[in-house]
């Protein structure tokens, strides 16, 4: 895997983000729910992302957080999600990101979470480890959950989810030194890999949202597992950590 395309592919994808946002009133919004918003920019971007890898691999599949798949009947399908965070995009905060993962034969082997306006640039390949700018990140060595610094997010609460993650998160808040709220789960996760952040944890996860993230994680030595503590991730709820609080964070957000 050509490890710089991914790379170059994600800094031209941020660099039309950045582009964009600077005449915003020109840029159009849709609702695909009251609190699910979406942008032509995040449509621009990933048709661009689109274009770039149809020409360089044309019978690889793709698929899109806004266009669904294409199906090529491959082994290798890319995984875009052309924004993570786009309310963060819409109100001009710098926590949003461009990711894009590679997955061959069903298993992710090479990503990148790219945050434009944090010039933030992380990226994985499978058994080569994680890195932020091109230096090795690993996670956290916190062990116990009150130094700990967690995030989440609340997609739930806009889907209408039930049980939603206000439970889990009155359970965590009381027993964790802080919390942090960004938008962006891509970003979250590569915070995780980075030993930023402790954990992270949510639901009512797509794919999209996580493939890069999930594989930074495990590159920097992290856990991830579903609610339950199994491998029935995005879809059984996403909990990722440093390995070392992550039963005593898991138990909390799922009461056990
Ligand atoms: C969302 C962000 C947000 C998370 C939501 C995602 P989007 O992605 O990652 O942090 O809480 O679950 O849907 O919609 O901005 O691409
Ligand atoms: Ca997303
Ligand atoms: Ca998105």
């Known amino acids: 895997m050509n490890h710089a395309f991914l790379n170059e592919l994600a800094e031209a994808a941020g660099a039309i983000c950045v582009a964009e946002s600077a005449s915003f009133k020109e840029v ?9 918003l979406v942008t032509s920019v995040d449509k621009k971007v990933e048709a ?12 690889h599949s793709i698929l899109g957080e806004e266009q669904g798949l294409l199906d090529k009947q491959s082994d290798s399908c890319w995984i875009i999600d052309p924004i993570d965070g786009t309310n963060s995009y819409i109100q001009g905060l710098p926590g949003y990101t461009v ?12 990503g990148v979470v790219y945050a434009p306006v944090l010039g933030q640039m992380f990226s994985a390949e499978r058994g080569k480890g994680a890195c932020l700018n091109n230096n090795r990140i690993t996670v956290s060595g916190t062990s116990k959950l009150i130094d700990s610094v967690l995030s ?5 609460i806009r889907e209408g989810f039930q049980p939603d993650n206000l439970g889990a998160f009155s359970r965590v808040i ?9 938008g962006s789960a891509a970003l979250d996760l590569a915070w ?15 794919i999209y949202d996580v493939a890069a993230g999930v594989l930074l994680v495990q590159e920097a030595g ?19 950590t440093n390995g070392l609080i992550h039963e005593q964070l898991r138990k909390l957000v799922v009461e056990e």
């Open 152 to 156: 989440s997010g609340f997609a739930c």
């Open 48 to 59: 661009y992302l689109r274009s770039r890898i149809a020409a360089k691999f044309p019978n």
């Open 99 to 110: 990711s894009i993962a590679l997955q061959r034969k069903g298993e992710i082997v090479a």
């Open 222 to 240: 992290g856990m991830l597992t579903d609610y339950r503590g199994g491998i029935d991730y995005p879809a059984g709820g996403l909990v990722a």
């Open 192 to 206: 995780v890999a980075a030993g930023k952040l402790d954990g992270y944890w949510e639901q009512c996860l797509n």
């Open 28 to 36: 159009s919004i849709e609702y695909k729910s009251a609190r699910d």
């Open 174 to 182: 009381p027993k964790v030194r802080d919390f942090r709220r960004h």
